[in-house]
Every structure is written in structure tokens, then in C-alpha cells.
């Protein structure tokens, strides 16, 4: 059972950066998709970003330009670099796995997600 855990989350103003790291454990699987999502109570989870073991990474157009996704596979570590940040970015993010796939694609199922950490941005 792969395990993860995200750090980096905390309060910020806008136009502020924060770094996000989400560490995977017990994991062997050549072929994934990793990706981070974002939650606020009551709305939808949303995808902001997706990398594959290949490194092809793709990231939402409401955080294009401003955040980046990278990997890596030294440390089994995901980041997450948010720039720029805005209020409406405040969230809860998460970070999950797809292990065995071989690319990213809409639909896909995480199997493993990390508990969460928490992102504001005050104006």
C-alpha cells in the first residue's frame, strides 16, 4: 500500500509563493501518474496538476503560468511550486497516485491519496 504525505501548506498573501512536497512510500511501481488536487468544503475536487514516470507533466489553465508540478525519483518525492497566488487558490491540497498507468488522462483513478494540507491566501 503506497502511502503519502504532503507538507509545505500554510497562509500566505496574495502574490505570495508556497512550496508544496508530498513524500510516497512503500512504492515500486515503474508506471504511475501522480497529481495534486484541491478541495473547499463544499465544492468539488479539482485537478490542478499531473506528472507521469515519463516526467510529461500538464497542469489546469486556472493555475497555468503560475504553478508548476515536478518529481523526484531520487527522494520519491512530488512538488508542487505555486507562484503568484491568488485567494481563490485557498484550498485544501491533496496529493495522489495512480500506480500503473501509463499516462495521465481525464478519469483516471488515484488509488492512494495523501492526507492533505491546508493553503490560504488572504488578499
Known amino acids: 500500500q503506497v502511502e503519502l504525505e504532503e507538507s509545505g501548506g500554510g497562509s500566505v498573501q496574495a502574490g505570495g509563493s508556497l512550496r508544496l512536497s508530498c513524500t510516497a512510500s512503500?512504492?515500486?511501481?515503474?508506471?504511475?501518474?501522480m497529481a495534486w488536487f484541491r478541495q473547499v468544503l463544499g465544492k468539488e475536487r479539482e485537478e490542478v496538476a499531473t506528472?507521469?514516470?515519463?516526467?510529461?507533466?500538464s497542469h489546469a489553465d486556472s493555475v497555468k503560468g503560475r504553478f508548476t508540478i515536478s518529481q523526484d525519483n531520487t527522494t520519491n518525492t512530488l512538488s508542487l511550486q505555486m507562484n503568484s497566488l491568488k485567494p481563490e487558490d485557498t484550498a485544501m491540497y491533496y496529493c495522489?497516485?495512480?500506480?500503473?498507468?501509463?499516462?495521465?488522462?481525464?478519469?483516471?483513478?488515484?488509488?492512494?491519496w495523501g492526507q492533505g494540507t491546508q493553503v490560504t491566501v488572504s488578499s
Open positions: 495522489a497516485v495512480a500506480s500503473g498507468a501509463f499516462r495521465c488522462v481525464p478519469g483516471l483513478r488515484y488509488g492512494s
Open positions: 512503500n512504492y515500486a511501481h515503474p508506471s504511475y501518474c
Open positions: 506528472i507521469d514516470a515519463a516526467g510529461s507533466a
